[in-house]
């Protein structure tokens, strides 16, 4: 039996675990349509409905391109398998995952991707630069971890989860993105802003003039204007993303 081969049926699970199954495999689809994805690497989850410590991922082996609603894997705080399938999971990929999961109350998706915007931004010292009205979103709301290594400690997700802190989103240097959301469809919103606001940047830093930067304060305004009451991003795009992807890749649905 093939690894895509194993999945489980929506009558063996809350209507609200599968509608977050949907969601989730739908986020790996539309992050393999941007070229996110890094082989079979890097790793979105979610946090399943009424299930404390509970958490869906992708299955190790697989391409994001491949993963379904019925295919994702239920695991614990630990990266352990919750029930008999016989997926396997990246323990130590889920480690940055389960370090936030466990610090943040609000964090229900947590995306960690190696996209190439947000890996070449992070290599600079500055950072992510107040150029862009993408880039405004996370004006002063950006966290940076240093790189450490393959290997995340105890210790380093201690450091990690502090230099995140309140933000919803992070630059790990030299390594990826880190973005998490109280929903599914706001992770994947603030991935995708974070992504164009670094790939803006690069493109600016490209040309051989100066580079024009908006005052400090228009730039705090601005970001209080796109954050607007507060309430979770995504909620008008997320259907027009399902309509799209359910005409190029429906069967993330199955």
């Known amino acids: ?21 949907i969601d989730l495999a739908a986020c ?10 890094d082989l079979i690497y890097t790793h979105i989850s979610a946090t399943v409905p009424g299930a404390a410590g ?20 239920k695991i614990d705080l630990h990266g352990n398998i919750i029930g008999d399938q016989a997926s396997r999971v990246n323990v130590t990929g889920f480690a940055i995952h389960g370090a936030v999961h466990a610090a943040r109350a609000d964090a229900m998706c947590v995306m960690h991707l190696h ?33 450490e290594g393959l ?60 580079l024009n930067m908006p005052p400090p304060g228009v730039c705090a305004k601005t970001y209080q204007d796109l954050i607007g009451d507060g309430a979770p991003e995504g909620i008008l795009e997320w259907p027009a993303l399902l309509r799209m992807l359910d005409v190029l890749s429906p069967s993330y649905r199955n």
């Open 1 to 21: 039996m093939s690894i895509s081969s194993i999945k489980l049926e929506p009558a063996e699970m809350c209507a609200a675990e599968w509608q977050v199954r």
């Open 28 to 37: 790996y689809r539309l992050c393999a349509l941007k070229a996110w994805d």
């Open 54 to 73: 509970r958490f869906l991922i992708n299955p190790f082996g697989l391409r994001f391109d491949e993963i379904t609603a019925s295919n994702l894997v």
């Open 115 to 147: 996209n190439e915007n947000g890996i070449a931004v992070g290599m600079q010292q500055a950072g992510l630069l107040p150029l862009s009205q993408h880039a405004l979103r996370f004006y002063g709301q950006l966290g940076y971890h240093d790189y």
């Open 151 to 210: 290997a995340l400690s105890p210790l380093e997700q201690t450091r990690l989860v502090e230099r995140l802190g309140d933000y919803p989103a992070m630059l790990l240097r030299n390594h990826g993105t880190l973005v998490k959301g109280r929903t599914i469809a706001e992770a994947y919103v603030l991935m995708d802003t974070l992504d164009k606001a670094c790939a803006f940047q690069l493109k600016a830093q490209a040309g051989s003039g100066p």
